[in-house]
């Protein structure tokens, strides 16, 4: 077999590896479609995590509303008990301030030695037990028109108010947590949608040595067409070899 025939087999080889590369890119696209897949589920994950979230934080604004309503009953509770409270004493003080000026104004009626001192004593009598009459009516009113819960009753909205914030904290936890998953499941999103990126770089860079390769064997082809047989072929021969060798390292990445 002369050298022309010799590269023309060799050159054969080279065109036949080049057609294997090419029927091979759709395997190799293939193979890309699983990340996709991965992403899509990811993707899924990502929105199955967010409506988890949005229940947890509709829960949690449900929850709260009912912690703070309960707590604002029992504040109310306490506040009227509190204030009646007050008032009462300031009330009852007055009575006892007022009951003991009467008090004094009888001893002073009684050691009157004359008519005029009576005459004053008399007087401080009626203006005592006036201002007395008039401390116990609004001691009166304010037991009367102030409604304040029975102790039994305020003890039981307080300790709903404590078991409503309880169940509060544990809403807050859930929705935290659901949270972190939203964000977890979106960083497995973006994870997912460089590792595409990254392989789609792959691909266009193996396309274009496979172009440049396809080139040098399409050069060579011209090379050899033009040749004329009693000419020195060893250097298209060895750059056929080295087209060669090349085609089949890329095929080997595949």
């Given at each position: 077999?002369?050298?022309?025939?010799?590269?023309?087999?060799?050159?054969?080889?080279?065109?036949?590896?080049?057609?294997?590369?090419?029927?091979?890119?759709?395997?190799?696209?293939?193979?890309?479609?699983?990340?996709?897949?991965?992403?899509?589920?990811?993707?899924?994950?990502?929105?199955?995590?967010?409506?988890?979230?949005?229940?947890?934080?509709?829960?949690?604004?449900?929850?709260?509303?009912?912690?703070?309503?309960?707590?604002?009953?029992?504040?109310e509770g306490q506040k009227k008990?509190?204030?009646?409270?007050k008032r009462e004493k300031e009330?009852?003080?007055?009575?006892?301030?007022?009951?003991?000026?009467?008090?004094?104004?009888?001893?002073?009626?009684?050691?009157?030695?004359?008519?005029?001192?009576?005459?004053?004593?008399?007087?401080?009598?009626?203006?005592?037990?006036?201002?007395?009459?008039?401390?116990?009516?609004?001691?009166?009113?304010?037991?009367?028109?102030?409604?304040?819960?029975?102790?039994?009753?305020?003890?039981?909205?307080?300790?709903?108010?404590?078991?409503?914030?309880?169940?509060?904290?544990?809403?807050?936890?859930?929705?935290?947590?659901?949270?972190?998953?939203?964000?977890?499941?979106?960083?497995?999103?973006?994870?997912?949608?460089?590792?595409?990126?990254?392989?789609?770089?792959?691909?266009?860079?193996?396309?274009?040595?496979?172009?440049?390769?396809?080139?040098?064997?399409?050069?060579?082809?011209?090379?050899?067409?033009?040749?004329?047989?009693?000419?020195?072929?060893?250097?298209?021969?060895?750059?056929?070899?080295?087209?060669?060798?090349?085609?089949?390292?890329?095929?080997?990445?595949?």
């Amino acid at each position: 077999m002369n050298k022309k025939k010799m590269i023309l087999t060799s050159l054969a080889s080279v065109a036949i590896l080049g057609a294997g590369f090419v029927t091979s890119q759709p395997t190799f696209v293939r193979a890309e479609e699983a990340p996709v897949a991965s992403q899509s589920k990811a993707e899924k994950d990502y929105d199955a995590a967010v409506k988890k979230s949005e229940a947890a934080k509709k829960h949690y604004e449900e929850v709260k509303k009912k912690a703070e309503d309960a707590q604002k009953k029992y504040d109310e509770g306490q506040k009227k008990t509190v204030e009646k409270a007050k008032r009462e004493k300031e009330a009852s003080e007055k009575i006892a301030e007022a009951t003991k000026e009467v008090q004094q104004a009888y001893l002073a009626y009684q050691q009157a030695s004359n008519e005029s001192q009576r005459k004053e004593a008399d007087k401080k009598i009626k203006e005592a037990t006036q201002r007395k009459d008039e401390a116990e009516a609004a001691f009166a009113t304010i037991r009367t028109t102030i409604v304040v819960p029975e102790p039994s009753e305020l003890a039981e909205t307080k300790k709903k108010a404590e078991e409503a914030k309880a169940e509060e904290k544990v809403a807050k936890r859930k929705y935290d947590y659901a949270t972190l998953k939203v964000a977890l499941a979106k960083k497995e999103v973006e994870a997912k949608e460089l590792e595409i990126e990254k392989l789609q770089y792959e691909i266009s860079t193996l396309e274009q040595e496979v172009a440049t390769a396809q080139h040098q064997v399409d050069n060579l082809k011209k090379l050899l067409a033009g040749a004329d047989p009693d000419d020195g072929t060893e250097v298209i021969e060895a750059k056929l070899n080295k087209g060669e060798a090349e085609l089949n390292a890329k095929q080997a990445e595949l």
